[in-house]
């Protein structure tokens, strides 16, 4: 495999996977989470033919090549890949490296909880409360969502989270909103 563009490389001054992997030894948790946190992180850097320090932790330019791996090349099934990303993820969380504010630290508002709280499905409720926690970080309540917040999330997504598909959080969003909370929670909503 040949390396991506050198616009992909981390500076000096921005933290990699090299990084996280050295913070591993002082993450809380099971010996055998850090064991598996680190062992993901080499998978990954043999996938994508890179040292852990040539793997950036800038959103944008690690979801590009997560999605340009080829986990194939080194015989990984399709769920080893799912638990390598998942494990990687964890860590660069963990680590505190992460430029995402953490948005399980981020309080519902009393009105988005209400809201979470009747949606039906676990995924709904799931989508709307990671939503509204970027709304409730912004002061911003679910009678005065508009497609300017809507962008600025997706915004945040690409920028901050390693969300392996922004726009598509987004659509499932969008698509929970418009379908279950615009005409019916919200019933003053356009």
Known sequence: MT???PSLSTTNDSPSLADVLDRIPSIPGSS?????MASAIRTLAKVLDRDPCQIPLYAP???QLITEASPGAIVLSASR???????VNRAIRRSGLSVATPRALLPLTC???TLVERLSTRTDRHLVRRFGRF???LQRQPDN?????VDSYLEDLRLKQLARDPEQSVRAILRVWNGKIAGALLPSAH
Do not use: F, I, K, M
Not at 32 to 36: C, D, G, V
Not at 81 to 87: E, T
């Open 3 to 5: 390396n991506l563009s």
């Open 32 to 36: 055998q989470a850090r064991q598996n």
């Open 61 to 63: 330019s690690y979801r």
């Open 81 to 87: 890949w799912r638990n390598v990303r998942s494990d």
């Open 111 to 113: 009105e988005w909880e």
């Open 135 to 137: 709304c409730s970080g």
């Open 145 to 149: 969502v508009e497609g300017t917040l």
